[in-house]
């Protein structure tokens, strides 16, 4: 599953900042579709609209630590949704013990990326998830 | 140096690093720390800052303590709007709602990465929800009666400032 520029993407953080870091770096990388929520508690109802109006995300890109639905909480519960269950997530996140990673990659994660970041290596996280 | 001192001085070492990775990484741009002292008071050194509230326990050997603090990181008006311009890749002239949370971020991955190293020495950190304070003479509550260590940290956008408090208790 290649990249298509058009992919229907949504980026998920409480902070303005990193939304629109990670916004624009999938611009340069060459995404044109991208929508933001400011927490997963408010990208899941946007994520089940999309699903029910015919035309779902096809790319979460979300941060972990967030105060009202964290970031793992959001991916369980997308993987635990018939119809967008298979929808690449890419979970962004300062913590990388290994006792997080593992509990990302058993929930299911696409991939993940450690904050900091350059933009070269968000690009390689995403042409990991889409070969 | 006292055990205390020198836990103090574990615990501080990698939240430099770690700041020193943020703006390496994503402003290009090298830090400088310059020689910590011990802060008088609680009146930020800067116009902006950013907190997060520390509370964890450490395991090291026979050690068992539960220890809390803070991670404030201070910057004057200038240095902050630089940073700023640098990590959103767009120039900022003046303090406003589209850069109000830059620093917090920046406050966010500095503790996620501290986290990590200190995590392999004993010092497990709760992760907790960045705040702000800005404003010229600002005062930093969380460091009220607390010993607090100020490091200035120089670069290419000026100086700033990374406060940690650290005390610990029998668990």
């Known amino acids: 599953m290649p990249i298509n520029p058009n992919m229907k993407t949504i980026v998920i953080d409480d902070m303005m900042t990193m939304r629109k870091i990670i916004t624009k ?17 408010t990208a899941w109802p946007m994520i ?10 096809e790319f979460i890109v979300s941060d972990w630590n967030m ?11 997308v993987r635990g949704t018939e119809g967008i269950k298979d929808t690449p997530f890419l979970m962004v996140t300062a913590e990388a013990e290994q006792s997080n990673v593992v509990k ?20 390689e996280k995403i042409e990991k998830i889409f070969p | 140096m006292t055990e205390f001192n020198k836990r103090y001085l574990e615990f501080c070492k990698p939240f430099i690093d770690a700041i020193k990775e943020v703006y390496s990484t994503m402003m290009g741009t090298e830090i400088n ?34 220890f809390k603090g803070s991670l404030v990181l ?16 767009e120039e900022f002239t003046e303090f406003n709602d589209e850069i109000s949370d830059v620093g917090m971020e920046i406050a966010n991955i500095t503790m996620g990465n501290a986290k990590k190293i200190l995590s392999e020495a004993g010092y497990l950190i709760e992760m907790s929800i960045p705040t702000s304070v800005h404003g010229k003479n600002h005062e930093i509550k969380a460091q009220e009666k607390v010993v607090t ?16 408090s650290y005390e610990d208790y029998e668990a």
Do not use: H, R
Not at chain 1, 48 to 57: D, I, L, R, V, Y
Not at chain 2, 74 to 89: Q, R, T, V
């Open chain 1, 48 to 57: 089940q609209q999309a699903q029910e109006s015919g035309e779902p995300f």
């Open chain 1, 25 to 41: 770096m999938l611009k340069q990388i060459g995404f044109t579709n991208v929508s933001e929520a400011d927490d997963g508690a």
């Open chain 2, 149 to 164: 260590i100020t490091t200035p940290l120089e670069c290419k956008f000026g100086t700033f400032y990374i406060e940690l």
């Open chain 2, 33 to 66: 720390p310059q020689k910590p002292t011990f802060k008088d008071g609680k009146k930020s050194y800067g116009d902006y800052s950013s907190i997060m509230g520390i509370n964890g326990t450490y395991e090291g050997g026979s050690v068992q303590k539960k």
């Open chain 1, 104 to 123: 990302v990659v058993q929930a299911g994660v696409s991939n993940f990326v450690v904050k900091p970041f350059k933009p070269e290596t968000l690009q």
């Open chain 1, 67 to 77: 105060p009202k639905m964290s970031g793992l909480d959001l991916l369980i519960k």
């Open chain 2, 74 to 89: 201070s910057w004057p008006e200038e240095s902050y709007l630089k940073a700023a311009s640098a990590m959103l890749m």
